[in-house]
């Protein structure tokens, strides 16, 4: 599994997924900390990742896209392990909330 960070997000959450045995890059790494929303996605898309934001704007995305990317749109605290576990069941969008 590769992630993409979205900006809403610490870099050093991608390192902690990077240390834990998956590619994650933060996309300040990438030169995208300002890009739009939609130039993220397709950044996603080409690079096969699964977004992690905190952004809702992407879950509209994720709705309207008719093959959208894998999602992980967090609205609460670490729960990280949970996540895996899911995303390794098939789970294609995960709202992590309270």
Known sequence: ?????DAQLPPALAQWISARGHPATHVFDIALVKAPDADVWEHAR???AIVISKDEDFVDRWLLDQDPVALIWIRRGNLWPDTLKRLEQGERL?????
Do not use: A, G, K, P
Not at 1 to 5: D, P, R
Not at 94 to 98: G, K, P, Y
């Open 46 to 48: 080409r690079q096969n």
């Open 1 to 5: 599994m590769n992630f993409l960070v």
């Open 94 to 98: 995960i709202e992590l909330r309270e």
